[in-house]
């Protein structure tokens, strides 16, 4: 009998990678791997189950960016194209069958796995408690960037409730990840918690060849 994997990672990476110019920036070379693979080797260090979400036509070269890994793949194709990445959230969620999963957008390779883990163990940590009306369960954990915006997609979420926030918000012509989480109840991590787990160059992202260029000289 298989067992149900307890944490899964979602690589979100149906993007047009506009701001690259030209090609998919999740299969660029970084260091000789391509970017996701960066990613999914991150991961893969604290995760039982791996999901890359992509649009159909992606499917073929992430396939084949993936294939050295020792772990198989599942990939989720988005329903409709070019929905961002809130549709990329929830389409990932719903393949995972995990019932919490980190979600980290391909264009980042120095995501920190002591992040992940922190993140995981809040989000495990904190159970069903009781309120004034009602008990409610941490459904996400976000953290918070020093500038103070929340980093959405490098955050732990409760696959379930999260994917169906997802699909609400779409269904009300939100696009932004901030919809769905002000329908489910969510945690920040604030800087100094994570800080003690990782740098803020746990947060890069590639978006442009310039950037590629500059992580490669990190490498």
């Not at 307890?6 to 999740?26: C, H, L, M, N, P």
């Not at 995981?120 to 009602?134: Q, V």
């Not at 990782?198 to 500059?214: N, P, Q």
């Amino acid at each position: 009998m298989t067992e149900t994997p307890s944490r899964a990672g979602v690589i979100i990476a149906g993007g047009f990678s506009t701001r690259f110019q030209d090609g998919d920036k999740a299969v660029a070379d970084l260091d000789g791997t391509p970017l996701i693979g960066h990613v999914a080797d991150r991961l893969e260090d604290v995760t039982d189950e791996l999901v890359v979400n992509c649009r159909a036509e992606q499917v073929d070269a992430l396939q084949d960016a993936l294939e050295t890994r020792s772990r198989t793949i599942q990939v989720a194709v988005d329903r409709t194209p070019d929905r961002g990445p809130l549709a990329g959230i929830a389409t990932g969620l719903e393949a995972a069958s995990a019932p919490v999963a980190a979600v980290v957008a391909c264009d980042m390779p120095f995501v920190e796995t002591a992040l992940l883990e922190a993140l995981f163990e809040r989000l495990e940590g904190d159970g069903d408690r009781e309120t004034d009306e009602h008990e409610v369960r941490t459904a996400a954990v976000v953290p918070k960037h020093p500038d103070g915006w929340f980093q959405t997609t490098q955050a732990v979420y409760r696959t379930e409730p999260m994917a169906n926030a997802c699909r609400t918000a779409l269904e009300a012509d939100e696009g932004k990840i901030l919809a769905a989480l002000d329908r489910i109840e969510w945690t920040v991590l604030e800087p100094a918690d994570w800080k003690r787990h990782a740098t803020l160059g746990s947060f890069d992202s590639i978006d442009t060849r310039a950037d590629l260029e500059a992580a490669r000289a990190r490498f």
